[in-house]
């Protein structure tokens, strides 16, 4: 549904191109979108000292607002693809993570922030755990691996995101899984399973729910609104018996026993995200917010420019072919309320760089638009794109 809304959204967009010195650019006024707000720090006001009564009796204000906040920092972890940016997007309703249908979209651990009444969840988006081998095939910077880390380290809880659409792996939480949820016990976690909306029969879910959570929640439990009232109590219970529970019980290697919940969503169609929203929304702490109310993300606009970029070459490319290419800013700044960005994108051959470009540079241009889309669903504002393409042998640039 969230999809659909943004689908009407790109609809109130008009779109010109116009080519200057060879380059299309392509140039989308947006009529009713909200800003996206730079990202400030409101637990620093409360150490503004008051310096007359006025401002003493505003931060007296500002702090007992404070105390009545809630937060929640929430690591999302999973293999490669599992769903999870689709998840953390459509779940806030903006366009924050960038998606793509090949793996490793996301190479760092970036922040989403969500805020909704007295409550504020901050989601880590972490790349997807993989094996030393993965890290080689890829491409993959050698710091891929301990990126996940450092998100969870800041977490309060873990959402493991498993995918049920392959039948192959489905059946068992992969052994990296297992392992960050073992090597992090001491956290609450609950599991998603994602893309039930590609399952021909949703029977399979049931026994799934069994097999993964080593049968310690069965599917009736896993409706989270039917046990809200134990709630508190069993991650109380679950927080004090974790250490004792790996030494005494050994885990099947598929499963994890201490998950506190399980969701059955599908990230791309909405359902059931606003039950893992309540949810969230429910076992936050009392703690003053980290963002201010509009903050969305902590990346720099020019950071969620590139990987906006490099998500669509994985999806426009075929095989290992977007992984070998460096895409970075050239230019980015904002005039007037409209984002001009461009991106240079080297390729390791003339080769690959023609396979880029297209046909008439067709293909880069397709990307072009497709990111540029992208990005005014992400910043709420017309922006004007340049992505540039250069051959690290030939040493000479095509722009679109
Ligand atoms: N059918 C279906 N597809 C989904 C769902 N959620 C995500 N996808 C698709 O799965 C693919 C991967 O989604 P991402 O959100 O990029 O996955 P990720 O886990 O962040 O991937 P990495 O960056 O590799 O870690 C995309 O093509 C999504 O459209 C879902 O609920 N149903």
């Not at 924050?96 to 007295?118: D, E, F, L, M, W």
């Not at 956290?187 to 729910?209: G, M, Q």
């Not at 885990?251 to 893992?276: A, H, M, P, R, Y």
Request: some cysteine; overall charge positive.
């Amino acid at each position: 549904m969230q999809l659909f809304n943004n689908f009407v959204l790109a609809t109130k967009y008009s779109l010109t191109f116009s080519r200057i010195n060879g380059i299309w650019l392509r140039n989308i006024q947006c009529r009713c979108l909200s800003s996206i707000q730079e990202n400030s720090t409101a637990k620093n006001s409360s150490n503004v000292p008051a310096a007359n009564a006025t401002e003493r009796i505003s931060h007296e204000q500002k702090t007992q607002s404070q105390r009545s906040q809630n937060s929640l920092h929430i690591a999302v972890i999973g293999v490669p693809n599992a769903g999870k940016s689709t998840f953390i997007n459509n779940l806030i309703n903006h366009r924050v993570c960038p998606t793509s249908s090949k793996v490793h979209t996301t190479r760092k651990a970036s922040k989403a922030i969500y805020t909704s009444g007295q409550t504020q969840l901050v989601f880590y988006d972490t790349p997807g755990l993989v094996t030393p081998r993965e890290i080689k095939r890829h491409n993959l910077e050698q710091n891929f691996k301990s990126a996940y880390k450092h998100a969870i380290q800041h977490a309060d809880i873990i959402a493991c995101m498993h995918d049920v659409s392959n039948s192959w792996s489905r059946n068992a939480l992969h052994s990296t899984v297992l392992e960050t949820l073992n090597e992090y016990k001491h956290l609450p976690s609950f599991l998603i399973l994602n893309k039930i909306d590609a399952l021909k029969s949703k029977r399979v879910l049931l026994e799934l729910i069994r097999v993964l959570t080593n049968d310690t929640i069965s599917s009736t439990q896993s409706l989270w609104s039917r046990k809200q009232k134990n709630r508190s109590k069993r991650i109380e219970e679950t927080q004090d018996k974790s250490p004792a529970l790996s030494e005494e019980k050994k885990e099947k290697d598929v499963s994890w026993s201490n998950f506190q919940e399980v969701f059955l969503v599908s990230s791309l169609t909405g359902s059931g995200l606003n039950d893992i929203h309540d949810y969230l929304v429910k076992v936050a702490k009392e703690r003053a917010w980290e963002y201010s109310k509009g903050s969305f993300t902590d990346e720099t606009p020019e950071a969620i420019v590139v990987e906006s970029v490099r998500a669509r070459l994985l999806d426009y490319l075929p095989q290992e072919i977007p992984y070998n290419l460096h895409s970075q800013i050239e230019y980015y700044s904002e005039e007037k309320g409209t984002i001009y960005a461009s991106v240079e994108v080297t390729c390791p051959s003339s080769r690959i760089e023609r396979l880029i470009c297209g046909e008439s540079n067709g293909k880069l241009k397709q990307i072009t638009e497709r990111v540029t889309s992208d990005l005014v669903e992400t910043f709420g504002k017309p922006i004007s794109l340049t992505i540039a393409t250069r051959s690290k042998k030939a040493n000479e640039s095509k722009k679109i």
